[in-house]
Nanobody, 123 residues
Framework: QVQLVESGGGSVQAGGSLRLSCAIFGYFDSTLSMGWFRQAPGKEREAVATIRNGGQTRYADSVKGRFTLSQNTAKNTLYLQMNSLNPEDTAMYYC?????????????????WGQGTQVTVSS
């Protein structure tokens, strides 16, 4: 049973920083791709940043230059460093994982999801 456990959300003022963590339990394979998504009230879930098994990263235009993905050495924990946060970043943030090969960006391309962690940015 694959489980994703997120942590690190919270409340911060505009311009501040947060670091999200996502640990994967239950299964690991070298084909693992992971990503962070977010969903604001009344909006669809959208990709924030993803990383493929080869290490290639992709970021949404809205977070480029502000958010950075990284992994631990074992590649079973994903981090999202979020800097220069603004109120538009307020959302529930979800970690996702998939073990199929190929590009992963859209929600339908990830099979496993965490419970989410809330990020609130006040102006």
């Amino acid at each position: 049973q694959v489980q994703l456990v997120e942590s690190g959300g919270g409340s911060v003022q505009a311009g501040g920083s947060l670091r999200l963590s996502c640990a994967i339990f239950g299964y690991f394979d070298s084909t693992l791709s992971m990503g962070w998504f977010r969903q604001a009230p009344g909006k669809e879930r959208e990709a924030v940043a993803t990383i493929r098994n080869g290490g290639q990263t992709r970021y949404a235009d809205s977070v480029k230059g502000r958010f950075t993905l990284s992994q631990n050495t074992a590649k079973n924990t994903l981090y999202l460093q979020m800097n220069s946060l603004n109120p538009e970043d307020t959302a529930m943030y979800y970690c996702a994982a998939d073990f199929r090969s190929g590009t992963r960006w859209f929600t339908a391309e990830f099979a496993y999801w965490g419970q989410g962690t809330q990020v609130t940015v006040s102006s």
